[in-house]
Nanobody
Framework: EVQLQASGGGLVQAGGSLRLSCAASGFTFDDYAIGWFRQAPGKEREGVSCISRGNVSTYYKDSVKGRFTISRENGKNTVYLQMNNLKPEDTAVYYC?????????????????WGKGTLVTVSS
């Protein structure tokens, strides 16, 4: 059974940090790109970051560049999203998803596997 489990969300003040984790099982992790997406209340889902299989490429939404860092640890089948200098506009439910490619720019449409989200709330 394919599973993606996002964790690490919480309530943090503006300027604070959180590290999200996406733990995967049930598929060959090394062969998949992993992306992070978020959806705020009343808004469309948007791509936040993605890391390709083999760590060849990483992608970031413009508004998080320089603040967020994506990384993967294939031995643990886990992808991390380190989020620093968080802003209230980062508040959303964050999801991780897997596919052969990042499909950057599609806001996640077409990604093969999705996990349940983790809520990030940034207070001002």
């Amino acid at each position: 059974e394919v599973q993606l489990q996002a964790s690490g969300g919480g309530l943090v003040q503006a300027g604070g940090s959180l590290r999200l984790s996406c733990a995967a099982s049930g598929f060959t992790f090394d062969d998949y790109a992993i992306g992070w997406f978020r959806q705020a209340p009343g808004k469309e889902r948007e791509g936040v970051s993605c890391i390709s299989r083999g760590n060849v490429s990483t992608y970031y939404k413009d508004s998080v560049k320089g603040r967020f860092t994506i990384s993967r640890e294939n031995g643990k089948n886990t992808v991390y999203l380190q989020m620093n200098n968080l802003k209230p506009e980062d508040t959303a439910v964050y999801y991780c998803a897997a596919d052969s490619f990042c499909r950057w720019g599609t806001e996640g449409y077409g990604m093969d596997y999705w996990g349940k989200g983790t809520l990030v709330t940034v207070s001002s």
